[in-house]
């Protein structure tokens, strides 16, 4: 989203370095995050893409070996800060994560587990709406209408997913963390997600880490490319997969490594 | 002699497989393709030498005293001697053969001693000669076949599966062994106690019952109210109940500490310590509750003006329930840490803080497990016995003050079976049937732990 044709910078990285134990996994990135645009991190496997995603939301707190260094600034907010709130941190910045993981409880207490917990519904009534409103948002809601109260664990695998994406929305969060959410999905539930991803970008800023680049290049507007821990390059989508500036972009974009 | 021949033929067993082995490796150097591995020769050529000797060994345990037996009472048989008589002679004969005979030696005596020494050896020799030659025999037969290069890894594999189905099959039978002899001596306790008063009686004194002399008649009037097992029955609920008040939260809440907030340090010593409390035991437990407890809380309750038992329920229950917690605070653990991480992940990325984490998503998927190790633990404190004999007396009251004394089934086995038994006598017999119980009482809890368990496992998996 453009205000009087400037973009909107919803999260800045600046500097960020990832150890675990004395290994270290992210070397010195910075990256700004567009707000209402989807944004691809690409990269072969182990480059700390994930690693980096993670940091966003602060789930990297809960490896005990991991230690985080650098500003992440998420409305001109430190999050790496003493001050900051992880359980509000959490509610702003949802994450969806690779293989789908419902609870184990029905559909209706999996979207409604998030609202509960941040006490964002006054009655059964509102829940009753948030639980909807989700559900139809993640296009789920006519599938699953007449069998709330099933539990989310006998879904399909695209329709858990789409349960766990409609569990992330349901405290309307700003920020959409994907983790490779269709790696483990059949190419038609991967389209739905992917249509989903479109639709949902009007409403949230979504950064999807994603193995397929044929999928950055659907999905997203613009491109961070990692390698080794380092963010190589990152610019417009059209840019990184057309024109890109470094040699190791074009190799990982072209399929000469990787 | 037979631990001669035994190791012979394991050294025999050993040869065959060797030069299975090697025949296989003789077939390999003529560019022959084996139908297997090298060592199936060998396996396949041991199987057939250790086959024969095990049958023969087997039919010669199970025949050879009948028939000398027979060969040496049928030099008595046309004097006319009773059976019991004759019994006693051959036992006798046996006994002056090995030189254990004290009685006075008569010349019939002598003699079927010295033909009994004769017989046992000639049946000794033979069976070396028998057991050898068969075993030649077959390895022979056996060789034959691998050196036309027959299959040997099917026969291997059968005979394995053979093996493994018998071990499984004694497991099983021995069990239902067991469940029969309880079974028949608990019908015959019932024949004499009407079961009524078994279940419905609320008087249990079985030393009435130790002081019938067996050469009386049997008389089941006198023990009209001598096996009412309600009181034992609610002693055994009843301790193990305050066993698992103590049980259940210390081990729930140690299992939850250890598999969620415990750092990896803690942990590391934590566990093994738990651990260790199961790893006493159970009669040090026993006087740990008798002598430590049991004194303690009667003094404490005396300071309070309370009037204590110093055999108390209360102790017996709390050191049960101290010996249960490592059960289920580390079964618990395991559950709680099997919990996929991603369930976790889930439930911190959409805010959630450490404890609603657990209560609301690992609670819930632990619950069949966690239900399963409390069932565990409810099977244990009912089949307890030693704690509840030392600390909670033997006096089966029938009350529900955690102060006062009562016993268990488990302590009134103990204390019918000890000293002198006779079978067939209700008061043995007695054990039987409270063994009965206390094995229908377990088996249901197991079958509802199991209902429950997969009752969990449909709704969540």
Known sequence: MRKNGVKMIKIKAKDVDVFYGKKQALFNISLDIEENQVTALIGPSGCGKSTFLRCLNRMNDVIDICSVKGEILINDFNINDKSCDVVRLREKIGMVFQKPNPFPKTLYENVSYGPTIHGMAQSKQEMDEIVETSLKKAALWEEVKDRLHEPGTGLSGGQQQRLCIARAISVRPEVILMDEPCSALDPIATAQIEELIDELKKEHTIIIVTHSMAQAARVSQNTGFFHLGQLIEHGSTDKIFKNPDNKKTQDYITGRFG | ?461
């Not at chain 2, 009948?66 to 008595?76: A, G, Q, R």
């Not at chain 2, 024949?191 to 002081?211: E, S």
């Open chain 2, 1 to 461: 002699m037979n631990l001669i021949l035994f190791t012979f033929i394991v050294l025999l067993g050993f040869t065959s497989y060797y030069f299975g082995r090697k025949k296989a490796y003789t077939i390999q150097s003529t560019k022959k393709r084996l139908t297997a591995l090298p060592q199936f020769y060998g396996y396949y050529l041991a199987i057939w030498c250790a086959i024969p000797a095990f049958i023969i060994f087997s039919l010669w345990a199970i025949f050879e005293p009948t028939i000398v037996k027979l060969l040496i009472l049928s030099d008595y048989s046309n004097q006319g001697y009773l059976d019991d008589e004759l019994n006693l002679l051959y036992e006798k004969s046996k006994a002056l053969s090995r030189g254990q005979f004290t009685g006075e030696i008569t010349p019939f005596i002598e003699a079927s001693a010295e033909k009994y020494l004769s017989l046992r050896s000639i049946a000794q020799s033979s069976k070396v000669v028998i057991v050898l030659s068969a075993i030649i025999a077959s390895v022979a037969y056996a060789y034959k076949r691998i050196s036309s290069n027959s299959r040997t890894r099917e026969p291997v594999e059968k005979f394995l599966n053979a093996v493994l189905f018998t071990a499984s099959l004694a497991a099983i039978l021995t069990t239902v062994g067991i469940v029969f002899s309880l079974i028949f001596q608990t019908i015959d306790f019932f024949k004499v106690i009407p079961l009524f008063d078994f279940v419905f009686g609320t008087h249990w004194y079985p030393a009435k019952a130790f002081v019938r002399d067996s050469s009386e008649a049997l008389d089941p009037t006198m023990y009209s109210d001598t096996f009412g097992a309600v009181p034992i029955f609610a002693g055994t609920f009843f301790i193990a109940f305050i066993a698992m008040c103590v049980a259940i939260p210390i081990g729930l809440m140690s299992g939850i500490y250890l598999a969620e907030y415990a750092s990896t340090k803690v942990r590391q010593y934590a566990k093994p310590l738990i651990e260790i409390l199961a790893g006493i035991p159970t009669v040090v437990y026993g006087f740990f509750a008798a002598l430590t407890v049991g004194p303690f809380l009667k003094e404490l309750g005396t300071s309070m003006g309370l009037e204590v038992s110093a055999e108390s329920a209360l102790a017996a229950g709390g050191v049960m329930g101290i010996m249960i917690i490592p059960f289920i605070s580390s079964l618990s653990d395991d559950v709680i840490t099997s919990v996929p991480q991603n369930l976790r992940d889930g439930s911190y990325a959409m805010g959630a803080t450490k404890s609603e984490t657990i209560k609301r998503v690992i609670f819930p998927a632990a619950l069949p497990g966690i239900v399963g190790s409390i069932l565990l633990g409810v099977s244990r404190a009912i089949g307890e016995t030693m704690i509840v004999v030392m600390a909670s007396g033997l006096a089966a009251n029938l009350t529900l003050n955690p102060l006062e004394s009562t016993s268990t089934i488990t302590a009134q086995i103990v204390v019918i079976l000890i000293g002198d038994q006779a079978f067939g006598d209700p008061k043995t017999q007695a054990a039987f049937a409270l063994g009965m119980s206390l094995f229908l009482v377990t088996l249901c809890l197991n079958i509802v732990a199991l209902r429950v368990v997969k009752k969990y496992r449909e709704k969540y998996e």
